[in-house]
């Protein structure tokens, strides 16, 4: 398998993305193509330990910045690392492409400029992978859309119950719409003409939840457009790093049994951590685009991006990209 | 001053809602009335030291259930605590009204059958007030709108100034929409159109913010939709609910060196939690209508009812309805 890495894409990069990139070599023994600008990343590669890794480089003129208007990237930044490398995967020669970039960027660029969308899909989506012990739910869509129509929700779902199925493995998974209220009656109007299209799509629909039965795990899939998965998302992370932070500043201002009681129960606490650290599952995959395609967090770590690198080797694995093209070219009449 | 609780609002009530009236009565020094069963109420008083307290008993036929329809009380559900309560505060016979109950219910009887809308408000709001460190912002819209215009968030977000400055103390609030990026690129139609009207609103607009930035309290005052805003507290409330399980769990099931570990960071942990427990705040003010109305979370504790009259009484202090009644006079021709 030939994995295609963004080297380019981090707000640190390439440093943490190298260095993930080395990691996954080393921990998956899959093919990592690193695209960026060549000297830059051969001089990261240097400082590790990567002689003998099946690691290649591919140059690239320039990067997508942060500051670059998606709807513009695809003429200006044609020679970017995140262009060259969806390239690769659009010509068959690679089979995923991972980025910490600009996230509006890469999907105008998979979207309208290179791979493009698998036929019957109406919009591509974003689908957040959430660890809740040991098993994975998906959120979507995170933010490729922020403003929906019922019909795409619908499809939403149907995307990542296909990849909950084939590539999480869960079984004729449950999908469930977000919304402020379980009662039907609840919800905006988004929401309540959604929940008349699912009972009908053939999915394994539950209703509608609330983001604490969520994270009990109620369902295996949640949709919701992109602007409120999106905010529900970063809530949560942002509580998470608050509470760890206020966590930290207390018991760093504690006394000495304080101090001592935290060394005592850091092994608990660092359990917990993981379960809310994002850089454990690493990447978003987006759904509905003729390729495998998995967005890291801009901010991420080099385990963030060896992470990200595993969701891409699984997707592939799980034949995702066949298997939504089967799917959605079936789904697509019983859904208008 | 005189507080009008509907003592049948809570999940569990009589009982936390009796409890926490007898905590604010002794605390505060007010008077609070009991609307309900006046049997059950007078039965579950008689279980506290409540003579000599400032507390009476108003007697209320029957109740609103969660499952009650808020297009329906009006009708239905005249001689509810909940009416009869927010009756009181409309005829001058009370200062406040504070209820655990069916929001959309207590939104519906104020909104439509009692208070009614103060002069120049298009929709009320139900603001939520969240405590960082030592100073409070405010969230709103919490759910009174699921569906909202964007001039309707810019009164959200006047309502809500107001409020921050005469109930909570702060000095011209700053004002933000909330939004999936800073960048006027982000965020849904109705955020985008948001934004072309606040800046123009007089209101100390500061722009779009993240849900990180509103944790680290960098405007006074966040306004989004009720939908919105309702599922971003929802996951806030979750994940900090999930990670105390979590570390609940991971101590219950570490070792000897672990627990002895925890009860050492107790102390600080606490303290964590305590920023946390949607109980110390108590209750979100319902602003737009004639009267001060509080609303507390269903699963209330006597706690959560005792600060939630805290509340009610700030905001009485802060004659909030005269300042309401005379700002949203000034602001509606510049808002249209």
Chains 1, 2 share one sequence.
Not at 157 to 179: D, F, I, K, N, W
Not at 204 to 223: C, H, S, T, W, Y
Not at 253 to 265: P, Q, S, T
Request: charged share 20%; aromatic share 4%; glycine share 12%.
């Amino acid at each position: 398998m030939r994995i295609v890495l963004d080297a380019m894409g981090s707000d640190s990069a390439p440093a943490p993305d190298v260095e993930g990139a080395v990691w996954a070599a080393r921990d998956f023994g899959e093919t990592i193509i690193l695209v960026g600008d060549a000297e830059r990343v051969r001089a990261e590669l240097a400082k590790h330990k990567a002689d003998g890794l099946p690691i290649e480089v591919v140059h690239a003129a320039s990067v997508v910045t942060t500051h670059d208007k998606p709807s513009q990237v695809g003429k200006t930044k044609r020679d970017s690392s995140m262009a060259v490398g969806l390239d690769l995967v659009r010509d068959g020669k690679a089979d995923a492409f991972v980025t910490a970039g600009n996230t509006g960027a890469v999907l105008a660029l998979a979207t309208l400029s290179t791979l493009r969308r698998i036929s019957g899909v109406k919009r591509p989506c974003i689908a957040s992978l959430i660890r809740l012990g040991d098993k994975t739910i998906i959120l979507t869509d995170l933010g490729a859309n922020a403003d929906a129509r019922p019909e795409w929700l619908v499809q939403f779902g149907a995307m990542a119950s296909l990849y909950s199925q084939h590539v999480l493995g869960r079984e004729r998974p449950t999908v469930a719409l977000l919304s402020n209220g379980e009662e039907e009656s609840k919800g905006n109007t988004l929401v309540k003409e959604a929940t008349a299209l699912f009972p009908v799509s053939g999915l394994n629909f539950i209703g509608n939840i609330e983001p604490k039965d969520m994270l009990r795990g109620a369902a295996d899939v949640i949709v919701t457009d992109g602007f409120v998965g999106n905010i529900a998302l970063k809530s949560m992370e942002a509580l998470g790093d608050t509470l760890f932070g206020l966590i930290r500043a207390n018991i760093a201002g504690g006394g000495l049994r304080v101090k001592l009681g935290a060394l005592l129960v850091a092994p608990a606490l660092r359990v917990v951590y993981r379960q809310v650290d994002v850089f454990e599952i690493g990447g978003a995959p987006l759904l509905g685009v003729n390729g495998v395609v998995i967005i890291g967090h801009g901010r991420t770590n080099a385990k963030g991006i060896r992470n990200a690198i595993g969701q891409a080797r699984a997707a592939v694995q799980g034949d995702i990209i066949r298997v939504l093209r089967e799917g959605m070219a079936k789904f697509e009449p019983e859904s208008t």
